[in-house]
Nanobody, 121 residues
Framework: QVQLVESGGGLVQPGGSLRLSCATS????????MGWYRQAPGKRREFVAS???????DYSDSVKGRFTISRDNAKSTVYLQLNSLKPADTAVYYC???????????????WGQGTQVTVSS
């Protein structure tokens, strides 16, 4: 059963924006750190942004100032706002939870299935 579900990817022109969502069916309050990662064709998966349970955020240098991570506990969803997109941002974007309480069971290092972001004119 998939516990993290990403959505919001698509095709966008350079300079455009997208908002990615990562919804969890577990307890969002159990997550200490939620991260977004991306993997471009032929490249290794790389860190993009993260947010902690205390709302502390971190970004990779390549997206700092353009992307914003946030969370809505009421919707059990973490968002990644992507602005000023560049072709180099093209990748599959994944969300990751360091830990997640699902019912009475803990899961660790949980990944979603990914959502494709393509930046092209």
């Amino acid at each position: 059963q998939v516990q993290l579900v990403e959505s919001g990817g698509g095709l966008v022109q350079p300079g455009g924006s997208l908002r990615l969502s990562c919804a969890t069916s577990g307890s969002i309050f159990s997550i200490k750190r939620m991260g977004w990662y991306r993997q471009a064709p032929g490249k290794r998966r790389e860190f993009v942004a993260s947010i902690t349970s205390s709302d502390s955020t971190d970004y990779s240098d390549s997206v700092k100032g353009r992307f914003t991570i946030s969370r809505d506990n009421a919707k059990s969803t973490v968002y990644l706002q992507l602005n000023s997109l560049k072709p180099a941002d093209t990748a599959v974007y994944y969300c990751n939870a360091d830990r997640l309480l699902v019912g009475l069971s803990w899961q660790y290092d949980v990944w979603g299935q990914g959502t494709q972001v393509t930046v092209s004119s």
